[in-house]
């Protein structure tokens, strides 16, 4: 039986300043639920209290890397009618769409699978603007054989049409900053460049497009021996979205193989609070930076993946867990 409470909607892009603190929202990443269709999934949302949810918009088809490939919203086949559709499903469960998600490499060293990122996630754009979202959220991408300067003319040939996209269509794209090395063909870079400070200033030097910013992920500076709470002051007119990941470091593990050896040897990704991530700081920090915008859980922790239902009391202990720092307006 799916639990529903009605609560005034709000816009996330019509949020005054002053409030800014009270309208943070909580939400989730939909790819841990790929066997369920959107109605599904806002019902989830629905029932866990969450307000909003971050929705992924793969290209139909398979995907070989864990959590790519699910598709909530096929941005291929939108038509007014499925937009109403969605709307009204927005409208039923009173949850809102954070972003549109799709986190491909678009600067992939294969050609046919960069021009196939960079096209999708200029019609994604598109249907974010025509759904009323207004934010994209993904990867910059990485030939992970190359280093960041030699990948560097590829960002500017491949992100100039897309962030020219984003301008015209009014949409804010968010970059994640997971680095993407978790397995062998992920070495020895990770396919994702932007990891760090230094390279946030040389993307936002590059394109100082304001439609051009950060998907700020606290877990991954953790796990790279980061300082994560600093960031989100130096760069807060860039915080687009936010996710909510937590991370533990083995120690142990790590003294015997080294930061040089593939992560996932010494780290795992966990539920906020059962992680290293101190929450009460990270929210302290946030909320000084007048963020007004959505906060969603990215549940990977392996050990809540054995069946659906532990994945749903995943999302439900993560919003009961987080809801302490977001009250419920």
């Not at 049409?161 to 269509?169: D, G, L, R, W």
């Not at 909510?244 to 930061?259: C, I, P, S, Y």
């Not at 992680?275 to 700081?281: A, E």
């Not at 549940?299 to 995943?314: C, P």
Request: hydrophobic share 40%; aromatic share 10%.
């Amino acid at each position: 039986m799916v639990r529903i409470v009605f609560r005034v909607p709000v816009c996330f892009n019509s949020l005054p300043p002053a409030r800014a603190i009270l309208m943070m929202q909580l939400g989730f990443v939909s790819a841990i639920l790929p066997e369920y269709d959107l109605e599904e999934v806002f019902a989830v949302a629905s029932q866990c209290g969450y307000e909003c949810v971050e929705v992924m918009c793969w290209p139909p088809g398979k995907a070989e890397r864990r959590y790519a490939g699910t598709t909530h919203i096929d941005v291929n086949d939108l038509t007014d009618k499925r937009i109403e559709e969605i709307q009204s499903l927005c409208q039923r469960y009173d949850v809102a769409i954070s972003s549109l998600g799709y986190y491909p490499n678009p600067l992939s060293p294969d050609e046919s699978e960069s021009k196939v990122a960079a096209e999708h996630l200029i019609r994604l754009i598109g249907a974010s603007s025509q759904l009323g979202i207004g934010r994209v959220t993904t990867f910059v991408g990485r030939d992970p054989k190359k280093t960041i300067d030699d990948n560097w003319p590829r960002v500017e040939n491949v992100w100039g049409p897309i962030i020219e996209a984003a301008e015209k269509s009014d949409v804010r794209i968010g970059i994640e900053n997971c680095p993407m090395f978790f397995s062998d063909d992920e070495w020895p870079g990770g396919k994702n460049l932007a990891i760090s400070p230094a390279v946030w200033r040389r993307m936002f030097e590059t394109f100082p497009s304001e439609h051009f910013g950060l998907n700020y992920d606290p877990s991954h500076p953790v796990f790279m021996h980061m300082d994560y709470l600093t960031p989100m002051r130096a760069f807060a007119d860039r915080l687009v979205h936010v996710h909510a990941k937590d991370v533990r470091v083995d120690q142990m593990m790590l003294d015997q193989v080294g930061v040089f050896a593939n992560p996932n040897e010494w780290h795992t990704p966990k539920l906020p609070g059962l992680g290293q991530v101190d929450w009460g700081q990270f929210f302290s920090i946030l909320t000084d930076t007048g963020y007004s915008g959505p906060v969603c859980v990215e549940v990977e922790d392996r050990a809540y993946e054995g069946s659906i239902e532990n994945r749903i009391r995943a999302l439900k202990q993560s919003h009961d867990y987080l809801r302490n720092y977001l009250p419920r307006m």
